[in-house]
Structures are given as structure tokens and as C-alpha cells.
């Protein structure tokens, strides 16, 4: 498994100059929670199960909490 796309994007954000901001959905249709700017750190690959149940292989990123989101977002 190699890094491309949006998981080389995670992993290269500080070298290429762009922040990382991290939302979570809520229980509300179409509504996320923004949880606020984070940097990359590290990452792993692991064994998993996907939407249909079939194994596969997963990359699992550690980011770090730079600024959290403010009060009331």
C-alpha cells in the first residue's frame, strides 16, 4: 500500500504549507462539527473491515491538536 491522494495530502500538509482542520459528522443530517487544526504525526497500516465487510488494508493517522475549535463551534 503507498500514500497517494488525500492520505499523501495528510501526510505531506505541513511540507506542502497547508493547515489540516479536522469536523466530525454529528447525529444531524448533513452536519459536522468542526473539532479544529490539527498536524500530522504519524501513521500506521492495519488490517480492518470495510463498509461491505471485506478485510483490507487501512492506514490509521495519529494527529496532533495545534488550535482547538472555539467555544461554541
Not at 448533513?30 to 487501512?58: H, I, K, P, T
Request: glycine share 10%.
Amino acid at each position: 500500500m503507498e500514500m497517494a491522494r488525500g492520505n499523501r495530502a495528510i501526510q505531506r500538509h505541513a511540507a506542502d504549507g497547508r493547515e489540516l482542520h479536522l469536523f466530525e459528522k454529528t447525529d444531524r443530517s448533513g452536519y459536522y462539527r468542526y473539532l479544529g487544526q490539527f498536524r500530522y504525526a504519524s501513521f500506521q497500516f492495519r488490517r480492518g473491515s470495510d463498509v461491505d465487510g471485506d478485510e483490507r488494508s487501512q492506514i490509521v493517522f495519529t494527529l496532533e491538536l495545534v488550535e482547538p475549535a472555539a467555544a461554541g463551534q
